[in-house]
Each structure stands twice: as C-alpha cells, then as structure tokens.
C-alpha cells in the first residue's frame, strides 16, 4: 500500500511539474532547483549570483521547514522573494511551486527556488525546473557524493562552497570528484564567498547559469 500511494504522488507531482514548465517558458524564467544540506550556503549563494547577473532580474521562491528569515534578508537586498512554509515536509512538491511564482510574478528572469536544507528527499520531486543545481560545502565532507548517490546522480551542475576551507578541514577534492564522477559529470565549481573577502569562483556559476537562460530564450 505504501508503495502505491508514493507511486501515485509522485505521478501527481510530475503532472504539475509540467505546467510549471509551462508556467515558466510563457514568463521567459530560467527555474533553478537549488538544494544543498542546511548550512551549504545557498542563500549566500543567491545573493552573490544576483549581484553579478547585473542584466538579468533574479527572484526566489524560498522553502523552509518554519520562519521567512532567508527570504525577509533576500528582500532587503532587493531580490524579489516568496516565502513557502512546508510545517514539518523536508522537500517543496510542484504543487506549491506555482503559488510562489504567483508571489513575485516576475518575467524575463532567472528564479531560484530554494530547496529545504535536505540532501534526500528533493532529489525525488520534480519541480518544473530547468535546472538542477547542488550546493555542497567543503564542511560537509567529501565522501558526500559517495553517500548521497541519488542527489549527486540528479545534479546538473554542483557548487562547491566554502571552497576556502579546503586545507582547514582536509578536504579531499580528488576524492569529491570520484565519488560525482561515479554516478554524474556534472560540472563543479569552486567558490568561496567569506566575510571580508572578494567572492572568488561566483562569476563562473553566473555565467553558466546566463548561458543556460539564453539557450532558452535568447536564440
């Protein structure tokens, strides 16, 4: 039984994902799917790309178990944010996509939806997005690859953030590497935006995602 009602859910999600990827091709939005573990960095992450994608608007849908802080400090910046609320589900569905987009009604634009802190579930739950972008922090470690195949495996590209710690904690990138090369060749890179530093790598990701609006929208 319980396989059959995750069957049938996940069949319902993949329905609306699809008018979401309509939703976003009549808006000319670039949706990234930006999930990572809590503590990866990615609303930092956002926050960077948006300052060096200076010719296109960057929005975000926002997912937290609880509060709207993420957002509220996204909005300070100046970045256009919704915030969705899952009380308790470690993953945001296609169903609550749509009304998050309602919410900044933006169009011309690449929007982030910001996965909750999870490095399992979002992995099974099709949004309508284009594309696909994992933040995994050097912290973490870098058998991560190795233990999360599904989430590596779904990636299209990956970030590996505070890339400045490497030497701190002995991170092994050639090991990283192995283990994403094992199930995805996804491309990697390495950034590091610390306090009282200059970003470093962030233009890198900017300009991957720019070339992925324009294959869509700009041909």
């Not at 319902?12 to 008018?19: P, V």
């Not at 990866?40 to 609880?66: F, M, R």
């Not at 996204?74 to 569905?93: A, F, P, R, V, Y």
């Amino acid at each position: 039984m319980e396989v059959i009602i995750m069957k049938e859910l996940l069949e319902g999600n993949e329905k609306l994902a699809e008018e979401n990827r309509k939703y976003f091709a009549d808006r000319h939005i670039l949706a990234v799917n930006l999930m990572g573990a809590p503590g990866a960095g990615k609303t930092t992450l956002i926050s960077a790309i948006a300052k060096e994608l200076k010719d296109i608007p960057v929005g975000v849908i926002e997912g937290d178990i609880a509060s709207s802080i993420d957002a509220e400090n996204l909005e300070k910046q100046g970045i256009h944010s919704s915030q969705i609320n899952t009380c308790g589900e470690c993953h945001l569905d296609s169903r609550v996509i749509r009304d998050g987009a309602d919410q900044i009604d933006m169009r011309n634009a690449i929007v982030f939806v910001e996965n909750v802190g999870n490095l399992i579930c979002p992995a099974e739950f099709d949004l309508g997005e284009h594309v696909r972008l994992l933040a995994a922090s050097v912290p973490e470690g870098d058998d991560k690859p190795f233990k999360y195949v599904p989430m590596f495996s779904y990636a299209d590209a990956v970030v590996l953030t505070k890339s400045d710690l490497k030497e701190a904690v002995g991170f092994d990138r050639e090991n990283f590497i192995k283990g994403l090369h094992a199930v995805s060749q996804a491309p990697v890179f390495d950034v590091s935006l610390k306090k009282g530093t200059e970003p470093a790598g962030i233009s890198a990701v900017a300009d991957y995602l720019k070339k992925k609006y324009e294959e869509l929208y700009k041909a």
